[in-house]
């Protein structure tokens, strides 16, 4: 695998563990993602303890406590830990229907379950401002379909924290410069750029640059995880 130069950067965090800001966040901010309840039921319906499980996945119980009560957003590595951990999905912290979306009168013919309009997307807010947007239109246990978006200064996780789960991974950038590293290759993705990788590689992602980073991302098979 050819390794391609990259200006990494570490940003600083106020706190936490795999790079969460734990401060308190704008309520609004968090509308549509809402997923700390969904991953509080499941953890309970396990009968796993809040601290049992910040044991576990190696970070504290008061961040566990707010990311259940939605005061923090997850990073993606946490996430990923948090649903392989209590045995779920990426799909299923999703909510199958955003509450901040505008009720929309649709003609019989679209009401097929086909279609995810912009409006109608389930959204997932994580730490340093990523926003992950779904667009299949409901969950689907054998494929992440993402839009995602990286602001400036954003990454997946903090750089002595890769992440690592079941699946494939096949990210494509519309725009904005992201860095990838897998396993010990770093690569510099432009606009128009592809990557596929395997999931289980250690691997990071941040945005490179001063222009946010938007990017279709698909993950198969990670629900084959056997830690799921």
Sequence with gaps: MRSYPVQSRS???????????????????????????????????????????????????????????DRVNPSVSTLYALVTELGVTM??????????????????????GLVATPEMRSVLHLASG?????LTPHS????????????VGGESCSEDALVTHGGREYGYVSSGTLGVRVGFD??????????????????RLWTVGDEPVRAIWVVIGRAADPRT
């Design 130 to 134: 990523i926003r992950w947007e779904r």
């Design 91 to 112: 799909s299923d912290v999703f909510a199958d229907e955003s509450p901040t979306a505008p009720r929309v009168v649709r003609e019989k013919a679209e009401h097929d």
């Design 11 to 69: 940003f600083p965090t106020s706190g936490g563990d795999y790079g969460e800001t734990v401060t308190t966040t704008d309520h609004r901010s968090l509308e549509g993602s809402k997923v700390g309840s969904r991953l509080r039921a499941e953890r309970e319906r396990r009968g796993v303890s809040l601290r049992e499980l910040a044991r576990r996945i190696g970070v504290s119980p008061s961040l566990v406590s707010q990311i259940e009560l």
């Design 140 to 151: 689907d246990p054998e494929v992440e379909f993402l839009y995602v978006v990286y602001p």
């Design 186 to 203: 770093e690569y510099v993705l432009g606009a128009g750029a592809s990557i596929a990788f395997d999931s289980s590689s250690p691997h």
